[in-house]
């Protein structure tokens, strides 16, 4: 009988341990606990949908001021970049001429005065001689037409001694409105003309300002023809965002709508209102706004770090049941709010969406949900990185 090797007798106790430690991992394996996920409970809630426009700040007054005579600037009477009133005065015009046109039109009012009175005194002496029968009544009828034509006299030299006095109130150019007034054009010695292109300054009203936006008329039609409450404009506070990106202190409102949609670019402009009493909006800023669009009612507020895009890019967000077992669901999204998306179609109040984990976890999974505490968005965030 032939010996066998050491080796050989070796190899079926080798095999048997192989298996044996085989055996022993995967039973291990499929005794590991479920996976721990961090969950959100949802709620619903009543949410004001809005839509973020561009646009850019403007005075809610604007006037160029520009002579209405002219003449040589002697007197420049206002500091520039401060606050004027309506009918301060800025600018002196050289007076001498219109003075002399004045002084010539209170003479010629003074000679027809004295023309009239003339007339006068000639027409009752007519009178008498006629009701003496003394004189004709042709003399008396000349006598009546001078007299019409003395008092016609007077008012032509009364409007010309009107037109003189406005022309000479003109030589001082006074604000047409209250504002802030901007940079002089103008100095002392220019000689300027009766309106003129070129403004001697600009006054701007900015203690309410005006933004004006553009929003699609399509959407617009959207928001109307759905089922969502829109916002009616004489309650609905518009919020502003500033160029540095911090929210401005006060709300305004939707001031009026252009019922027009350009043909060109199929939009509707908006202007807006906001307070601005300590002048921190300036003409011409860009801004963002945020505008109510409409409300929905028993809408589902979702985390964003919870939600997903499929193949087809259709949002997906994973739901812990009451088994503890993961499921899918296919969400509508109406908009964002701030760090959560508004969700209409999907999900429902109670459901406990994953939004940490989601890595490691797959539907059908068994899972153990722990509810993220309260501010721990952040914490949520960096740990599903």
Known sequence: MPIRPASALLRPFALFAALTFATSAV????????????????????????????????????????????GIINERLFEEGTTVNRGDPLYRIDPATYEAAKASAEASL??????????????????????????????????????????????????????????????????????VVGLSDATQGALVTAGQSTALTTIRAIDTVN?????????????????????????AEVSLRLADGELYEHTGRLAAAEPHVNEQTGVVVLRLEFPNEDHLLLPGMYVQVELPQGSVYGAILVPQEGVSRDRRGRPMAMVVNA???????QLTIESDQGSQWVVSEGLEEGDRVVVAGLQKI??????????????????TAAASE
């Open 27 to 70: 039973a291990q394996q499929g005794e590991q606990p479920p996976q721990p996920v961090t969950v959100v409970t949802l709620k619903s809630a009543d949410v004001t949908l809005t839509t973020q426009l561009p646009g850019r700040v403007q005075a809610s007054g604007v006037a160029e001021v520009r002579p209405q005579v002219g």
């Open 110 to 179: 003074a000679q027809a005065q004295a023309t009239l009175a003339s007339a006068d005194r000639e027409l009752k002496r007519q009178q008498e001689l006629r009701d003496r029968s003394v004189t004709s009544q042709q003399t008396l009828d000349d006598a009546l037409a001078a007299r019409d034509v003395a008092e016609a006299a007077v008012k032509v030299a009364e409007a010309q001694l009107l037109s003189s006095d406005i022309d000479l109130e003109r030589t001082t150019i006074r604000a047409p409105l209250s504002g």
């Open 211 to 235: 933004v004006d936006v553009t929003q699609s008329a399509a959407e617009m039609l959207r928001w109307r023809r759905s089922g969502q409450a829109a916002a009616r404009e004489s309650e």
């Open 323 to 329: 088994d503890n077992v993961v499921e899918t669901r």
């Open 362 to 379: 797959a539907e059908g999974q068994t899972v153990t949900p722990e509810e993220r505490a309260a501010g721990g968005a952040e914490e």
